[in-house]
Structure formats: C-alpha cells, structure tokens
C-alpha cells in the first residue's frame, strides 16, 4: 500500500465545482443542494392537492378553505438530504497487483466524499469484503473532509469478496433506498451480477466503479506459471503465452461487459476504471460521462 | 589445432562450466513462476486449463543445443582457436640490446650499435604479427625500454633512439632480466635474442649456463683497439706545486698496437710516451709537471683505432692557491720561522702603525697590540692587552709552566709537551663555547672562539724565550692553520675513472666511517667500503669526490668503460636471424569464424526460440 497522501490539495481545488448526480428521485430529509421533484415539507411552494386524512393539519391552506370550504393541501418541494452510500471493497484481491487497486479504489472514494462535503450531502462510506465493515458517515462540509480521509487510511484488505453475503446483509439492515456507489473490482468467484441486481430491484440506483489493475485484464507473464488466488489461497498451474493472453482478455472484457449491460438494464450506471489511469482523469472521464459527477 | 590462451583441460573445465551454467540458466528461465492472482475467473474461462502438460525439464532440446554451442564457439573464439602446433601460438620474445661503451666502436659497417640495431630490427620484422617483443637496453644495467608489445613501430622507434653508454656489459644480469620478464607475463616464451658483440668481464666471459631459448644476433668484432684504462694525478712527496701524473693504457685488440700518447696541460705539450703493447697487455707511463695554476690535463693516445672514446681522458686540476696570513708585529723575525714553515702558507708581515681592520687576508696575527678595531678574518691574538681583544685576561703570571694539552679538541691534536716553561704569560677567563687549548695552573693560557669569525688567543709569545725552540710551537700552529683554515692541509688525489662499478683505493689516513661520495651538483652517492676499497656506481660521466677528513679524491669518470673480454656463446645456441618463418607463419587463426559463428548462433535461438515464441501452447482441437 501506498504512504503517499490518498489525495492532494492541488486536485482538490479541481473538484469544487463538481457534484454527486443521481436520475432517481428519492424521498428524503430536507438539506443537500440536490432539488427533488418530491412533495414533502418545505420552504419552497411546489402545489395544491386535496386534504386527506392523515395529512398534517400544519400544511392546510386556510386562506382557500375559507374561500372554497375545502380542505385544500399546500404542498412543499424540498431539497432533501439524499442517502447516498458508497461500498468500498477492501478485499484481497483488491491489494494484488503492480499497482494497487486498493489505494486507488481509497483515492477515488476521497476524492468523491469530498464532492458530496462540498454540496452539503451525506455520504455513508461502508467497506466490505464477504461482510459489511463498519460505516462511517461523511457529512458536515468540506472541513470534515481529513477526518474521511483519515478512516479512509485507516481501512486495510482482508477477506474474501462475497456479493451475495453482502447484499443479503444490506438488504435486511432496511436501508432508504437511495444512490449506492459501488467500488469494486467485482472479482467474486461467485456470481455477483445476480446480487447487484437484486439491489437495484429494490429501489437503490447503483453506480458501479469497476476498478482493474492491468494484470487483471492483460496478464503479462509467459511459460509455466503457478498462479495463487490471492483470496482462497487456492493454486492453479498453467501455461501461458500470447495466444492465452488474448484469451484471457477477451474473456475479462466479455464479463465487464455483461455486467455493465446488466446495470444498465436495471437503471444502474456503469464505469470502468484502469488503475493505470490518473484518478483526476477517472473523474472527469468515464464519470462525468455517465453522469455520475457534472 | 591448438588454444592459445588455454590448455586443453582448462578449455574443458571452462566449456563444461560454461555449459552447466546455460542449462541452469535455461531451467531457470523455463522454471514455473509463482503469480497472486485476483481470480481465477478469465484463466479458467479463457479454456487454458486443457492445454498443460506434465511439465518437462527440457522442452526445447534444440534451443538449449543451439544456446550450448553458440556459447562453445564464443569460449573457443576467446581462446584464441588456431590449426596448427602450439608453437604456432604467439610468444612473447624479448630483445637485448647491447648498449655498452664498446658498441660505440667501428665496425665493418658503422657502429658496432649500429649493426646490432639493424639486426634487431631484421629480426623483428621475422617475427609473426601476432608475437610480442620487449625492448632491454643492456650495459651495466639491463633497463627495460618498452613492455611487451605488437606495436612493430614503437619497438623499431626505441631501438632507433638506443645509444652506446658508458659501462661494461653485464650479460648474465640482462638475460636474467629477460627471462624472469618472460616468467612474469606468463604467456607462451619466445626466444631470448642478444644483439651485440659480447664484451664482457673477464669472469663472464666463460659464463656458460645461459637460459633456454637464447639466440644471439653478433656483431664484428674490430680487430685493433687500444685505449686508455686510467689517468691519475697526485701531489709530488715535498714539492706541493708538482703534480705527478700515471697514465694506463690497453690493447683490447687482437694485433699489436703501437700507441703513442701525448699529455697536455692547457694545451701545452708536457710529456710524450709510445705504448708497444702485446694482445691484452696493459702498461703504465709516468710524467711529473709543475704547476699551481687550475687547468685541465689531458691524455690523448695517437692511434686511429676502432673505439675513440677510450682514446683520450683528461683531468681538471684545481689551483693551489696559498693561505694569506697577515702579520701585525713589531717582532715579524719572531714569527716568521713559524709561519713560513708550510708552503701553503703566504705570510705578509706589517707593522701595528699600519694597521687596517679592512685589509684582507685569510688569517690575520695581531701580535701584542691593540688593533683600533677588529679584522675582518679570523684571528690570533698573541699576548692581547687586556680589554684590547675579544678574550678576557683573568690574570698575568711569570714562571708559568703548561701543565695540559687539550687533545681533545683539534687545536691540541698531537701536543703532549709537559715540560714547555713560559717566562711570563697572561691566564684568560674563557667564556661560554671557548675551546681551552692549553692550561697552566693558574688557568687557560690558550683558548679557541670558534664561529663565523675565529679567534684564538696565546697568553705568551710562541716566539720568544725558550718556546721558540720548543716542539710544541710549530705544532701549535700547524694546528691553529688547520683549524682556522682546514682546506690548506687537504691533501687532493686526482684520478680518471670508467663508468659503471668504481673502485678506489682509500687513503689509509682517511676515516671510513666519515668518508662521504659527493657526485655532480653535490648530489651524494651510494658507496660501499670493503678492505680497505670503496665502490660505488657512476651510471655516467662526470666528476665525483671522494671526502673524508683533510684527505679527498677526485675521480673523473671520462673513460668508457670497455670490458677485455668476450663472450662466445655456447655450442648450440642459435646464432643470426631465423630462417624461413616457418609453417605456423601462415597458420590461420579460427576465433573470428567462431566469434561470427557463435554471434549468429545465438542471434537465430532468439529469433527462433525468444522470448514471443517461448511457451506459446497450441490450441486443441474443438478447443474455443
């Protein structure tokens, strides 16, 4: 793992204008700069609708009431405080590699926090590997970023990824549906297609950020190799050459694009990230062209 | 075929070695490599897993050949690989170079060097490029001139700038010098080749146990030579102004030689002598000259013979000039016989009234009176008044008898008198560093100041009353002019010498232990002293002195030294150029076709078994 600063000053400055953009509306508390085309409490006038009963006698327009002699509802447009939640893979196959993705995955995460600081929203950072980590919340404005910053470092990997256990575990903590961006290089021997699926099924809009390090997608090695699964342990011997390499590419390109297409079949986003590229660029590249920042 | 570099063993260790290295480095190479991996997801997927077979050890036999043979022609190629017998190998040889005086002489053609070079030179040019020469200038001395070399142009250029020198040859010492150069580089031993006519010593000459491998390349031998062996000079037994002069010459030739020998001073004819000598005889002429006046004595034999350098010695002789005394007495008859006694001795007498403190003289006598400043020189007071001279009288006494001589300083060398009486004389009171000469019982009577002006002071007269007629008065003085003045005394040998181990004879009154060998610009030599002998090596010619007490020699070291012998070399040794240059002269050398061989081997293992191509495992049929 890289000692170096998971993110600089210089970059930061860079990301001020930016914001976290979701395409679902979400019902939510008041805060956040992100307008909601949801009715709820207020201080901006969006409607009229007829009372009815459960409503909040507070919210009846008695001006029309008098003039009509029915109960008519004001209703509010607010700027809700979205639950936006990022899930950060910290497993060992994150940490394999020239270039660790794990650090990268951990510069990206900062580097969005504090996109979301810098608008007010809040942002709940939960790390996962066949478990969910403990969450920690980033909220409060840009000057809580170093304490993000600092759970962020203090992360290491361990454990083995299981999508499934994951979800499961998400789904029953009865979350508000909301944006859930996923940091993962999706390496589950298992499938994990099925469970982000599910995710979506239940209102979350996903954003998956699919981290790959360029031994992930072109293995570089030749001859006889001994391969060791960086999370079972588990061996592999095998032999390797260019052919097996293009192989072996088109093989990894196939399933990132199947599971893109089954984001965007299910109204998630999709980005695909070498680590090779800068996280700056990362940002304002396949990020900004999904939609995921403007 | 042959190895230049390497035995056949060590070509085998050394190829064996080398080929167990690349197998190791090829199993190294093909060797399974551990990898952590994220997933085995892709290399399952990518249907991989069908294509692995049982791993072999060797699963490019061709590869590994080609690698190992590749290798084998770059190993034979640095070991130089050549057809032919291993004295087809280039040698390394080495040329000795006779640079003594001798070859200075005429030969049939020019210079004995001369002809020496220009055999060198042919010899070289017979050599095959690939062996090396080393260049050893030999006289006294076997100098190393150049390394071992290919370079044809820098050996022909520094036997070109050899000159004759001035010693004798040593032979054996220069082909000692030659082999263990030979030993040292450790290569294949060519021929050791002497280049020169092999005058040696006497000793030398039936030498016979010369190294392995020896060639010599001779040159003529001048059948007339007769030269000059030695010129000495030396002062004639009571006449100090004559020089006797000794004259050796030598017939190193093989006829009779009629000689006739000159000697000159400053240019002027001062004896004739014809020399008659037999093969090898050498004989003596002496001449005798008068002369205090510095110039150059030169001996010059008449013959026109091979070698002109041993013909003619000459000898700077110094001048003799006299010590001036200068005399301030009213009573000069009372010293006179003292002072006149030497001839080295120039006394000019004066009277006190003309006293001048700025006259000059070496040694100036104040007798009894009070000069009106001090001289410029060093001094005798004799009976000072008191408060007139730089010593202190303590007292005057009369009836004073000298009861001791300090022999042990040099003013009293020699003097035991116990029974001189002085009718009257003054005691000084010696101050710190005075040297005490003479005491009376009253106290010092002679004391010395020695300095940068010396002084010595005499409490009586030498030259009145009965110590006129004393011993111990011109002994005293004797010593005061010594001490005052210790070249008048020096006794001057002169002698012509040659170049290279010097010998001379000492003095027996000269002290080993503080004799000093003094070379040009002072510059002291290295000598040893042995019965009665001191030796000591004069590389060239100059004049060198021999010091030691008030004894010194001078040798002039202006005559070759020529040796009387010569050196025949043992039967069966080469002599003259080599032959035809032999069926490894044109013994073609294989490291460049290996060298090309071996480079292309390993070019094609790369294109054909590098690194793309390595491992590439070949789809399965059915396989997608």
């Known amino acids: 793992m890289s000692s170096q600063p998971i993110i600089d000053r210089d970059f930061l400055e860079k990301l001020e204008r930016l914001s976290l953009h979701w395409q679902q509306p979400f019902g939510g508390l008041v805060g956040g700069h992100q307008r909601s085309r949801s009715p709820g409490p207020g201080q901006e006038f969006l409607d009229h609708r007829h009372f009815h009963h459960g409503d909040d006698p507070r919210a009846v327009n008695w001006r029309a009431y008098l003039r009509l002699e029915k109960l008519i509802l004001k209703m509010f447009q607010v700027e809700p ?31 969005l926090c504090y996109i979301g600081l810098i608008r007010l929203d809040a942002i709940t950072v939960q790390p996962f590997s066949d478990r969910l980590g403990d969450p920690f919340l980033c909220s409060g404005g840009r000057q809580r970023l170093a304490e993000t910053v600092n759970r962020l470092t203090a992360l290491t990997p361990g454990g083995r990824t299981s999508y499934q256990k994951v979800v499961r575990e998400f789904s029953s903590a009865g979350l508000p549906r909301g944006l859930l961006i996923v940091i993962s290089d999706f390496l589950d021997e298992d499938d994990c297609i099925r469970p982000l699926q599910y995710l979506a099924d239940s209102g979350h809009e996903l954003l998956l950020i699919h981290l790959w390090a360029e031994e992930d997608r072109t293995p570089p090695w030749d001859g006889e190799l001994e391969l060791a699964h960086a999370e079972t342990g588990e061996r592999l011997e095998i032999d390797f050459g260019p052919e097996a390499r293009e192989a072996y590419t088109a093989a990894f390109d196939r399933w990132a694009r199947t599971l893109q297409e089954a ?32 | 075929m042959s190895f230049l570099n390497l035995s056949p063993a060590e070509f085998l260790a050394l190829a064996a070695s080398a080929a167990a290295f690349l197998v190791a480095l090829y199993l190294l190479d093909r060797s399974r490599r551990r990898q952590t991996v994220a997933t085995f997801r892709f290399w399952t997927a990518s249907a991989l897993i069908p294509h692995w077979k049982r791993r072999r050890w060797i699963q490019q036999p061709w590869s590994l050949l080609l690698q190992i043979a590749s290798v084998l022609l770059l190993l034979t190629a640095v070991a130089g690989l050549r057809w032919g017998s291993p004295e087809a190998a280039a040698r390394d040889h080495v040329i000795v170079l006779d640079a003594s005086a001798w070859m200075a002489a005429r030969g049939r053609s020019g210079a004995l060097l001369d002809e020496a070079k220009a055999a060198a030179v042919s010899y070289v040019r017979a050599l095959p490029s690939s062996d090396r020469v080393m260049l050893i200038r030999a006289d006294a001395l076997a100098t190393p001139v150049t390394g071992f070399l290919n370079d044809r142009g820098a050996i022909f250029e520094a036997i070109r700038k050899t000159q004759a020198g001035a010693t004798a040859l040593r032979l054996e010492d220069a082909l000692q010098v030659a082999r263990q150069a030979q030993r040292l580089e450790g290569r294949s031993a060519g021929s050791i080749v002497y280049a ?12 016979a146990s010369v ?16 030269g ?41 004819l001062i004896g004739a ?28 034999l008449r013959v026109d013979d091979a070698l002109e350098t041993d013909n003619h010695a000459e000898i700077e002789v110094p001048a003799q000039p006299a010590l001036q005394v200068l005399v301030y007495s009213e009573e000069p008859e009372l010293l006179r016989h003292v002072l006149e006694a030497s001839p080295s001795v120039q006394a000019v007498f004066a009277s006190p009234k003309n006293y001048d403190p700025g006259k000059k003289a070496a040694v100036v006598v104040l007798d009894r009176f009070r000069p009106s400043g001090l001289p410029q020189a060093d001094t005798v007071w004799i009976e000072p008044p008191p408060g007139a001279s730089p010593f202190q009288v303590r007292t005057s006494v009369k009836a004073a008898r000298v009861e001791r001589w300090h022999a042990e300083n040099p003013l009293g060398a020699g003097l035991a008198t116990r029974d001189l009486r002085l009718e009257e004389t003054q005691v000084f009171e010696p101050a710190p560093g005075d040297l005490v000469v003479a005491d009376c019982a009253e106290g010092p009577v002679i004391v010395a100041r020695p300095g940068a002006r010396r002084a010595v002071a005499l409490g009586f007269h030498p030259g009145r009353g009965s110590t006129r007629f004393e011993l111990a008065t011109p002994l005293l003085f004797a010593n005061l002019i010594a001490w005052l003045a210790p070249d008048v005394f020096r006794q001057w040998d002169f002698a012509s010498a040659s170049a290279g181990m010097v010998t001379a004879t000492m003095d027996p009154a000269m002290d080993p232990g503080a004799a000093r060998v003094v070379g040009r610009g002072g510059r002291p030599l290295p000598f040893t002293v042995e019965d009665g002998s001191l030796r000591f090596f004069a590389a060239t010619t100059g004049s060198v002195q021999i010091l030691g007490g008030n004894r010194a020699k001078v040798l002039s070291v202006n005559l070759p030294d020529v040796a009387g012998a010569r050196w025949e070399p043992p039967p069966g ?12 002269r044109s013994a073609p050398s294989l490291w460049p076709l290996a060298a090309v061989l071996g480079a292309l081997g390993l070019c094609f293992e790369w294109m054909r078994f590098g690194p793309r191509r390595r491992l590439t495992p070949e789809p399965e049929k059915g396989a997608s």
């Open chain 1, 81 to 111: 405080r979205v639950p936006v939640r990022m899930l950060l893979d910290v497993s060992r196959s994150m940490a394999t590699g020239a270039s660790s993705k794990f650090d990268y995955a951990r510069r990206l995460a900062a580097a």
């Open chain 1, 263 to 294: 984001m965007v079949r299910k109204g998630g986003r999709y980005a695909g990230i070498p680590t090779s590229m800068p996280v700056e660029t990362a940002i304002f590249g396949p990020l900004a062209a999904v939609g995921a920042v403007e």
């Open chain 2, 196 to 207: 020169g006519a092999g005058r040696v010593s006497k000793e030398e000459s039936t030498w």
């Open chain 2, 211 to 226: 190294p392995g491998g020896l060639r010599v390349l001779p040159v003529s031998d001048p059948p007339v030579n007769c």
């Open chain 2, 228 to 268: 000059l062996r030695g010129l000495s000079l030396r002062r004639a037994e009571g006449d100090p102004a004559s020089w006797e002069i000794f004259v050796t010459a030598r017939n190193y030739g093989r006829a009779r030689c009629d000689a006739p020998l000159t000697v000159q001073f400053g240019g002027a």
């Open chain 2, 273 to 300: 002598h014809r020399f008659l000598l037999a093969p090898g005889e050498e004989s003596s002429a002496t001449f005798r000259y008068r002369t205090r006046t510095a110039g150059w004595i030169e001996a010059r």
């Open chain 2, 573 to 584: 040794t080469p002599r003259g150029l080599p032959g035809s240059p032999g069926p490894h």
